[in-house]
């Protein structure tokens, strides 16, 4: 059975912390996602990654970054959290090319105080 | 940037009744899938119609595009309280990627 895990369900972090979510899928899929989910707002993409070390700018990328050195893990990196960066982080997978699934993880709640 | 908007925002039915979600988008795509999300869980695929298809099923899922309307419509047939869900459709522009844009989804809620 296919498995994105996502480290964290829930994550309380102060203002200004340094936050690291992580994600590893069992599938072998170059593709890797990280999303944000906000109320009325749908998701939206933050980062994504093709392959190994390999990242590219989604839609919001602004105070996020992403690191993949070993292919089945994916992390997401923020390096001063703010309170409007509260929110549902989906990270995700899939084969390479169009037309693919896309696996979700269980999501991990953010609240930065 | 959205790419999908759903319409209706929420629905509310009787058990054993159909549901209909709408979907618009506003540019070219390659395919268009339809995604399931529990309340505070992760999303589920449930089908993908390419660009050149028309219409699709899968079990009591039945699927529409009409790639003239920038549309794609999903009915989910004599639905059952654990059809409860929000629903989202998903576009891809075919960059390469498998970079999906999804819309805000619809709030389905299936009453016994």
């Known amino acids: 059975d296919v498995k994105v895990t996502q480290s964290s369900r829930y994550l309380v972090k102060r203002t200004g912390e340094k936050v690291f979510l992580e994600c590893v899928q069992d599938?072998?899929?170059?593709?890797m996602f990280w999303y944000r989910q906000d109320p009325g707002l749908g998701l939206r993409l933050i980062y994504f990654?093709?392959?190994?070390?390999?990242?590219e700018k989604g839609d919001i990328p602004e105070g996020y970054s992403v690191s993949r050195e070993k292919k089945e893990r994916f992390s997401l990196i923020l390096e001063s959290a703010s309170t409007n960066q509260t929110s549902m982080y989906l990270c995700a997978s899939s084969l390479y090319g169009s037309g693919n699934t896309i696996y979700f993880g269980e999501g991990s709640w953010l609240t930065v105080v | 940037s959205q790419q999908g908007e759903e319409d209706p925002q929420a629905l509310s039915i009787q058990e054993g009744e159909n549901a209909t979600m709408n979907c618009s988008y506003k540019t070219s795509i390659n395919n268009l899938q339809w995604y399931r999300q529990n309340s505070g869980r992760g999303l589920v695929h449930l089908i993908l119609?390419?660009?050149?298809?028309r219409e699709k099923h899968s079990g009591r899922l039945r699927v529409t595009l009409d790639t003239s309307k920038k549309s794609s419509s999903l009915l989910i047939t004599a639905s059952r309280a654990a059809d409860t869900a929000s629903y989202f459709c998903?576009?891809?522009?075919?960059?390469?990627?498998?970079?999906?844009?999804f819309g805000t989804g619809t709030r389905l809620l299936v009453s016994p």
């Open positions: 998903a576009t891809d522009a075919d960059t390469g990627f498998q970079k999906l844009v």
């Open positions: 990654s093709y392959d190994v070390k390999m990242k």
């Open positions: 119609i390419r660009s050149n298809e």
């Open positions: 599938m072998d899929h170059e593709n």
